[in-house]
């Protein structure tokens, strides 16, 4: 794989139990504690390879890990924005979205010295119902958004967006949105930019995936969270009453900690065969070029007043 392959590669920051808890049993429960040692697993990763990524984090979790948060601004990382509360934006109207922007927004900034100008919503909770979240973040100061999963799919996704970064026009202004990277077969979109997909993809699938994707659509722009280098087994803390539920949370807890143990070693071999830069670097070098001689569409896409 030729070394100048760009890789965004970016970091869900939250807690995994308490909201794994509420995805099976509707009840979101105590912070876990795990994020300090799921993080410098992490970072372990990073500083061996020199890279310097981007790191969407929750407000309310930055409120209890704060030094973390600078140690990652002094390391030279990107600090953007999950939002405060890990609430969908498909359960929110424009006005709460709004404050729950601001409130991350006013947090993140105070801790890391500087406001966050990326935003990623949760779940990739912005899609055509929630077009109008593109001119609060415009409105808001952010440059880029990294929300949307041009896929379909049952929880997420807007399948007919581009694969490649964009802007989207707002009656503010234009706002660059950086999609999740896709591998392109027999004219659908498939998912391979992270997460569970990255952990059970082999390792030349996503070497292929990279290189098909640098050639054809830019950067391959990649997710992970904290728990998925959790060196313990992820528990749940509930227990759910009924054999349905149980079974199913079973499923669930078994689902997430498929493979995790493969995902070190395919990151580390990808990293050493990409060029990786945060989202905030990747935009402004698209910024300055002022035109589309990079081959990026330019406002193809419309947000209309709320």
């Known amino acids: 794989m030729p070394a100048n392959d760009s890789l965004l590669l970016t970091f869900d920051v939250e807690d995994w139990r308490p909201l794994a808890d509420e995805w099976v049993s509707g009840i979101r429960t105590e912070p876990s504690g795990r994020v300090p040692a799921q993080m410098e697993q992490i970072r372990r990763i990073l500083d061996e390879a020199g890279a310097r990524v981007t790191f969407f984090w929750l407000g309310s979790l930055a409120e209890l890990y704060p030094e973390m948060v600078r140690s990652l601004v002094a390391d030279g990382h990107e600090i953007a924005s999950h939002g405060y509360s890990h609430i969908p934006v498909t359960k929110l109207t424009p006005v709460t979205f709004e404050e729950d922007l601001k409130r991350a927004h006013q947090v993140l900034g105070d801790i890391a010295g500087r406001a966050p100008i990326g935003f990623r919503a949760p779940l990739f909770s912005i899609n055509r119902r929630t077009w109008w979240a593109f001119e609060i973040l415009a409105r808001n100061g952010y440059v880029y958004d990294s929300s949307i999963f041009p896929i379909r799919h049952r929880r997420y996704g807007v399948?007919?967006?581009s694969r490649r970064p964009t802007t989207i026009s707002t009656p503010v202004r234009e706002i660059w949105e950086l999609p999740m990277a896709t591998a392109r077969f027999l004219g659908i979109n498939l998912p391979v930019a992270g997460g569970g997909y990255f952990r059970l993809l082999p390792l030349a699938t996503l070497r292929f995936a990279i290189r098909h994707r640098a050639a054809s659509?830019?950067?391959?722009?990649?997710?992970?969270?904290p728990y998925e280098?959790?060196?313990?087994?992820?528990?749940?803390?509930v227990r759910m009453e009924g054999i349905r539920r149980f079974l199913?949370?079973?499923l669930f807890q078994q689902h997430q900690n498929l493979r995790r143990r493969s995902l070190p070693g395919k990151l580390r071999r990808i990293m050493a065969e990409c060029r990786i830069e945060?989202?905030?670097e990747f935009v402004v070098r698209l910024m300055r070029q002022q035109t589309d001689a990079a081959g990026f569409p330019v406002g193809n896409y419309e947000c209309k007043p709320i």
């Open 229 to 237: 280098f959790d060196p313990e087994p992820l528990r749940l803390s």
């Open 248 to 250: 199913r949370s079973q």
């Open 278 to 280: 945060t989202c905030a």
């Open 159 to 161: 399948p007919d967006f």
């Open 217 to 225: 659509s830019g950067p391959f722009t990649a997710y992970f969270h």
